[in-house]
């Protein structure tokens, strides 16, 4: 087979690389365009032959100027334009990710070689950035789901005393104040047996709400299981959680579910324990928190008790 001559064999290679969709091109020694075909040049805000002749520096800022390339962190292009030329003097290979306009993503390719000269090549990472993005979101998602109680949106048991724990352990380490309430909806049965499962998951919904309106960003709200729940309470000591178990007595009750017509009018009663930093765990605390919540529901509900050993025999 008879061999192409180099300078054929050159030419091929050109025009093969100017037909390419992915992005070829080259700086010299000054960092000067000496080639490039029309895919860099739609990056750069150029036809092809306009991107030739310009520096890095020129390219660059015209790219982001035209809104056909690459995006400047905050809008910082000073601080753009200086990291890429840092970056270019860089000797030998390179790559790395950058975001353009619109959403597009390319992954570029660079070799600086030892007489300074250097070959950029790019490509479109777009569809692979999206579904990254999706996978992500897919995942989130999934993890939501598998915190979140599906009815009420808030946590489940699992998460809850999974952030429970670390709370505890926190306050436990620090010697923090740490109290917990014990929640749950006044003859709740009576409203299931009145309106039906579906009037309860309205209730059930209300409360959440409601509960959530009242507590700060750090308190953890949980729903743990038909219509019980429980809150931990950081840094808050035994009168604080009392005074927020008040609020949250007062807005339950006036609250009103409208279902089918009909508004449904329901009560909760609050047991509350503080953790006394006596060597006690999560699990003992709540099992304070719901010994004073049964007696809040002896001594006629829409009320709160507090635990102490004295108050509870």
């Known amino acids: ?9 050159n030419e091929r290679i050109i025009k093969a690389l100017e037909a390419s ?24 805000g150029y036809e092809a032959s306009e991107a030739i002749g310009r520096s890095f520096e020129e390219n660059l800022r015209h790219s982001w100027a035209t809104g056909a390339g690459v995006i400047a962190d ?13 970056s270019m003097k860089t000797q030998g290979f ?7 306009h619109h959403g597009e993503w390319t992954q570029v390719s660079r070799v600086r070689t030892e007489d300074g000269c250097t070959f950029m090549y790019s490509t479109d990472i777009t569809k692979l950035k999206n579904t990254e993005k999706s996978l992500r979101e897919a995942l989130r998602y999934v993890k939501k789901l598998a915190a979140t109680d599906s009815l009420t949106g808030i946590s489940n048991r699992r998460h809850f005393m999974e952030q429970a724990n670390k709370e505890f352990n926190r306050s436990k380490r620090y010697g923090h104040a740490l109290s917990i309430l014990a929640l749950d909806i006044d003859h709740f049965k009576s409203i299931n047996d009145n309106y039906g499962h579906q009037g309860g998951d309205k209730v059930l919904e209300a409360i959440s709400e409601c509960c959530q309106a009242q507590l700060r960003a750090s308190d953890i709200f949980g729903r743990l299981g038909g219509e019980e729940f429980s809150i931990l309470l950081p840094e808050t000591n035994q009168a604080l959680a009392s005074v927020m178990a008040q609020k949250i007595l007062e807005a339950v009750a006036a609250l009103r579910v409208e279902y089918e017509d009909k508004s449904i009018a329901f009560t909760t009663s609050i047991g509350v324990a503080e953790f006394s930093h006596s060597g006690a765990t999560l699990e003992a605390l709540m099992q304070f928190s719901d010994q004073a919540l049964y007696k809040a529901k002896h001594n006629g509900r829409n009320r709160l008790e507090v635990y102490s050993k004295t108050s509870m025999t």
């Open 21 to 44: 969709q992915d992005g070829v091109g080259v700086y010299d020694q000054n960092d000067i365009m000496v080639f490039c075909n029309d895919t860099v040049g739609r990056i750069l």
């Open 94 to 100: 390179s790559t790395f990710e950058s975001e353009r």
């Open 74 to 86: 905050d809008g910082d292009v000073d601080g753009m334009v200086r990291r890429a030329m840092e």
């Open 1 to 9: 087979m008879e061999k192409l001559p180099l300078e054929q064999l």
